[in-house]
T-cell receptor, first 111, second 114 residues
Framework: GENVEQHPSTLSVQEGDSAVIKCTYS??????FPWYKQELGKGPQLIID?????GEKKDQRIAVTLNKTAKHFSLHITETQPEDSAVYFC??????????FGKGTSLLVTP | AAGVIQSPRHLIKEKRETATLKCYPI?????VYWYQQGPGQDPQFLIS???????DKGSIPDRFSAQQFSDYHSELNMSSLELGDSALYFC?????????????FGQGTRLTVV
């Protein structure tokens, strides 16, 4: 089955700096790669996703890149704000099937 | 916008009891997924349904069962509860069978088994 590895497990940045989280996946059939933000006691919130026919996608301060050959994808958050502090999960799936999540990255943005 | 609704939000049960968790997907979403998340863990896929038929199965214990009804809501039935079943249970929904489309999560049900 699919195995998704995520790094780092914790990340602390100063407000205004950029944050980068990286994930690798094992199943070459995976074609959909979402990123979720989860705040304490809440459900995962979809923040951005990318499909295998695209190499990069951007939405305001958030961007995701995908390298299908190397089987890795990354989340980039620019101009971080304290409210960006949360646990971020990457995931991979063969579209229509279950999401396989990484172990999560706890991001702390300090003022 | 309407979101995925889960009930109850919190549930406390004793060992060996049964529990039923309910999920109401976003309107016009035909696919429902159930995930279990232990403390400090990533969500683990349990089971999914598309158009009321089971579409995928993950690490769901035999003590658990689920179904999707004609109005697309879903229920997760858990029997012979064990202490290790204590976790957050999330439901997610997608339109179009989940093909090339996003899954939106509910706020979860926190199950505590004592």
């Amino acid at each position: 089955g699919e195995n998704v590895e995520q790094h780092p497990s914790t990340l602390s940045v100063q407000e205004g700096d950029s944050a980068v989280i990286k994930c690798t996946y094992s199943d070459s059939a995976s074609n959909y790669f979402p990123w979720y933000k989860q705040e304490l006691g809440k459900g995962p919130q979809l923040i951005i996703d990318i499909r295998s026919n695209v190499g990069e996608k951007k939405d305001q301060r958030i961007a995701v890149t995908l390298n299908k050959t190397a089987k890795h994808f990354s989340l980039h958050i620019t101009e971080t704000q304290p409210e960006d502090s949360a646990v971020y999960f990457c995931a991979a799936s063969n579209s229509g099937y279950a999401l396989n999540f990484g172990k999560g990255t706890s991001l702390l943005v300090t003022p | 916008a309407a979101g995925v609704i889960q009930s109850p939000r919190h549930l406390i049960k004793e060992k060996r009891e049964t529990a039923t968790l309910k999920c109401y997907p976003i309107p016009r979403h035909d696919t429902v997924y159930w995930y279990q998340q232990g403390p400090g863990q990533d969500p683990q896929f349990l089971i999914s349904f598309y158009e009321k038929m089971q579409s995928d199965k993950g690490s769901i214990p035999d003590r658990f069962s689920a179904q999707q009804f004609s109005d697309y809501h879903s229920e997760l039935n858990m029997s012979s509860l064990e202490l290790g079943d204590s976790a957050l249970y999330f439901c997610a929904s997608s339109p179009l069978g989940g093909m090339n489309t996003e899954a939106f999560f509910g706020q979860g049900t926190r199950l505590t088994v004592v």
